[in-house]
Every structure is written in structure tokens, then in C-alpha cells.
């Protein structure tokens, strides 16, 4: 079974400043993709990033980057330069290869809320 | 380009009574989901439908029922609700189960039940 787990319910952060979010997988597929979502307050689940297992540079995309460590079996989501509307709930989540009992479900973690402060 | 939409937004039940929530995508994919999500238990998969005609439970599906009406439809339905199904129900779809395809989401329905 796969299983996501994010420590950090909640999160401070200096507007401006870096922050990592942490994420640890556990998974017997040698296959699988990793992804982070963000929440915001109104409620809609919005896509920011994608890591595949096999993938042999982290992702990037804007100001989020994947921190993919996949002996430790962690895929970290770093924000650089904060800005007020990052505030939100932020999920980590991973999907399985197709068929079987986990036909093509995504596995979520608890989610993480980030508060920027000016 | 409307993506997933899913009804009704908000909705407060009494104990026992019953209703369904639509969702509806119009990106012509094969596979929808229906979540829960809870405070400090994230997003709980109750079930799945992999294409049209076929659906299987996820996690939590006591209490729930679904019909895949067509390609586009994915209805949840609550027979006789409950206090512990009071959650935010998010409907989702994928285009693809290549790994690196993701969910496109429903703006949710907050559901209470009383």
C-alpha cells in the first residue's frame, strides 16, 4: 500500500524568505509519480508541480522546486522568495501505476498550512 | 473550457436524509474520483470509476453509492446521511494513468449534516 505523510501541520514563513515543506512516501511500486497541490483559502485545488520517480533532476517550475530524495523517500516542495498569496494548505500526493486494486488513484498526505507574514 | 463541475457548492442535511452530487467533465477522460476531505486526514478516496460502466469502492465507502451515468458523469450518492459525512466532496478526473498526469478537480461541495 502507498502511504504519504507530511510532518509539519503548519508552517511560518517571512514574506520573501525560503520555505521547505516536507514529504516522505513509502511505496513498493518502482514506478511512481510525485505532486504537490496547493489550497488556498477558497477552497479549489490548484497543480504546481510534478516529480516521476525516475526522473533524474529535481523539478523546477517559477518558485517551486521538488527537493527529490528517493533513497530517503522524500520529495520536499521548497518556495523561494514568498509572496502573501502562497498562504495556504499544501498536499503531497503520489500516484500509482495503472490497474490493479489502485487503478490510477492519487495517494494524499494531511496537507501542511503555510502562513506568510509581511 | 469548464474542466470539472461539480453541484451543488454548499449544502446542509438533516440526519437521514438523502442526496446526490453531481459532477460532470468535459475533457473527454476515462477515469473520475470522488474524495472526502477532512481536517488532518487530507483527501480520502471513496470511489473510483477507471471508464465508463465500471466503478470500484477506494477507502472509505460506507454510507456511499455512485453511478458513471455516461463518459462526462460521476454522481455520489448519501442514502441516508450521517453526521460523520459532514466533509468538503471533491470530484476529480484524469486523463491519463501515465504517472506523470495528475488530477484535474471539482471546485468542491461543502456538505453538512446536522
Known amino acids: 500500500a502507498q502511504k504519504i505523510t507530511q510532518t509539519q501541520p503548519g508552517m511560518f514563513v517571512q514574506e520573501k524568505e525560503a520555505v521547505t515543506l516536507d514529504c516522505t512516501y513509502d511505496?513498493?511500486?518502482?514506478?511512481?509519480?510525485l505532486f504537490w497541490y496547493k489550497q488556498p483559502s477558497s477552497g479549489e485545488m490548484i497543480f504546481l508541480i510534478y516529480q516521476g520517480s525516475y526522473d533524474q533532476q529535481n523539478a523546477t517550475e517559477g518558485r517551486y522546486s521538488l527537493n527529490f530524495q528517493k533513497a530517503r523517500k522524500s520529495a520536499n516542495l521548497v518556495i523561494s522568495a514568498s509572496q502573501l498569496g502562497d498562504s495556504a494548505m499544501y498536499f503531497c500526493?503520489?500516484?500509482?501505476?495503472?490497474?490493479?486494486?489502485?487503478?490510477?488513484?492519487?495517494?494524499f498526505g494531511q496537507g501542511t498550512i503555510l502562513t506568510v507574514h509581511p | 473550457n469548464a474542466g470539472v463541475t461539480q453541484t451543488p457548492k454548499f449544502q446542509v442535511l438533516k440526519t437521514g436524509q438523502s442526496m446526490t452530487l453531481q459532477c460532470a467533465q468535459d475533457m473527454n477522460h476515462n477515469s473520475m474520483y470522488w474524495y472526502r476531505q477532512d481536517p488532518g486526514m487530507g483527501l480520502r478516496l471513496i470511489y473510483y470509476s477507471a471508464s465508463e460502466g465500471t466503478t470500484d469502492k477506494g477507502e472509505v465507502p460506507n454510507g456511499y453509492n455512485v453511478s458513471r451515468l455516461n463518459k462526462r458523469e460521476f454522481s455520489l450518492r448519501l442514502e441516508s446521511a450521517a453526521p460523520s459525512q459532514t466533509s468538503v466532496y471533491f470530484c476529480a478526473s484524469r486523463e491519463s494513468l501515465e504517472l506523470n498526469y495528475g488530477y484535474t478537480f471539482g471546485s468542491g461541495t461543502r456538505l453538512t449534516v446536522v
Open positions: 500526493a503520489m500516484s500509482s501505476p495503472g490497474g490493479g486494486t489502485s487503478y490510477g488513484k492519487l495517494t
Open positions: 511505496t513498493s511500486d518502482p514506478s511512481y509519480g
